[in-house]
């Protein structure tokens, strides 16, 4: 049933015993709706600060930033009887098991779902206001959620993002179940509680992922490391994310310049003047640093054989032209993880087919041999 927000009873959660209440309380339903919303345009390194959850009768708001421990929410979301829905769940799944080790056995994706019956707006503003009538204000959707107090209009908007997931699940659900799709929606989501890790760890060869890295000289590149590292710690020490410190960009034009001087930095266009003045004597130690430092190479990438490669693309072609058959995107019909499986696997036989998608095993009963025969033509063109 679905109620207004007028109607439903708001609750604050900022007290350990409040959680522990409540918590009890949420593990008697059967379903609930989940969000989460993080610091990450304002912090260094970012953190949930607010929770929500949402039953047919309550909306919940936890102050993620001021409990010290949320442990009390572990049997909710990882119960394989109570329903977690949640909108576009990976980035929440991600940064729920980074912060606090969480698992998920049993939910459902109301993004995943409109994706799977093909719709061409996907975010939740879109699916709101088709179902409901309801105007999301976009307004907060970049807010630092790690600033307190919050603000009244930054709580409801807060909560109108858990509110209406239930009732939109029902209806997406009806939808995928009338289009013979519930059980291609229900493999995705299942997969999704199964492929959570912590993407956030940062490495010594970060840097290498910077766009232009791999075309600098192995010197240039020593250079590219130093400048990273430097604004790198520039970011922890003022707890801002990196890319607030300087672009991407700047970084990979100091390594290719290697300037001498302040006057150098003043010239290169991706980095401001203010931003030049500011780190100037650091940038230029760490130009220094990396000229003298010894000679960067990329991490070794096997090139995958011929073979391999003909594979992928014929089953690319292959999902790409079923998908526009049944107006989804290409991924909906093969995801990408499996589509590299069964190219590397170089399956011959049905058998061998189903041992690679036997993750997806909807998937291998509708195309299952399609595949093969995808395989098998273009094995006898080669």
């Excluded at 930033?65 to 909108?87: Q, T």
């Excluded at 959707?141 to 409801?156: C, F, S, V």
């Excluded at 400048?227 to 100091?254: C, L």
């Excluded at 989804?328 to 590299?340: A, F, G, K, Q, T």
Aim: charged content about 30%; aromatic content about 10%.
């Amino acid at each position: 049933m679905l109620t207004s927000l007028t109607n439903t009873e708001l609750v604050w959660v900022d007290q350990p015993q409040k959680l522990v209440e409540i918590s009890k309380e949420l593990q008697t339903q059967d379903i609930l709706a989940v969000d989460t919303e993080s610091n990450s345009l304002y912090a260094y390194k970012e953190q949930v600060c607010l929770v929500q959850i949402s039953s047919s009768e309550k909306d919940y708001l936890i102050d993620a930033l001021v409990l010290p421990d949320l442990s009390a929410l572990a049997p909710i979301f990882s119960s394989k009887k109570l329903l977690n829905v949640f909108h576009a769940a990976e980035y929440d799944l991600i940064c729920m098991f980074r912060d606090y080790g969480f698992r998920f056995n049993f939910l459902f994706d109301t993004m995943i779902a409109a994706r799977t019956l093909g719709f061409n707006h996907i975010g939740l503003g879109s699916l709101l206001e088709k179902y409901f009538g309801v105007q999301v204000n976009k307004k907060y959707q970049r807010a630092n959620w790690g600033k307190r107090p919050l603000k009244a209009d930054m709580l409801e908007y807060a909560r109108l993002d858990s509110h209406y997931l239930i009732p939109l699940q029902e209806k997406l659900r009806l939808e995928l179940e009338e289009a013979g799709r519930w059980e291609l929606a229900l493999e995705d989501f299942r997969r999704l509680t199964q492929n959570i890790e912590d993407t956030t760890e940062s490495s010594e060869e970060d840097f290498w992922k910077l766009r232009g890295a791999r075309d600098l000289n192995p010197q240039q590149a020593a250079v590219l490391k130093s400048v990273y590292q430097f604004r790198e710690t520039k970011a922890e020490e003022q707890d801002k994310p990196s890319f607030k410190i300087f672009s991407n960009q700047a970084i990979v034009d100091i390594a290719q310049n290697c300037p001498n001087q302040r006057d150098d930095l003043a010239c290169l266009s991706s980095l401001s003047e203010r931003v030049a003045q500011r780190y100037s004597k650091g940038l230029i130690r760490a130009v220094r640093e990396g000229r003298s430092a010894p000679p960067e190479y990329p991490p070794h990438y096997e090139r995958p054989e011929n073979g391999i490669l003909n594979r992928i693309e014929e089953l690319r072609e292959w999902r790409k032209i079923t998908g526009r058959k049944m107006g989804v995107p290409s991924d909906v019909i093969l995801p990408r993880d499996v589509l590299n499986r069964i190219a590397w696997a170089e399956p011959d036989t049905i058998g061998e087919i189903r041992e690679n998608m036997k993750d997806v095993p909807f998937r291998f009963e509708r195309f299952g041999e399609d595949i093969l025969k995808v395989l098998r033509n273009g094995a006898s063109q080669l």
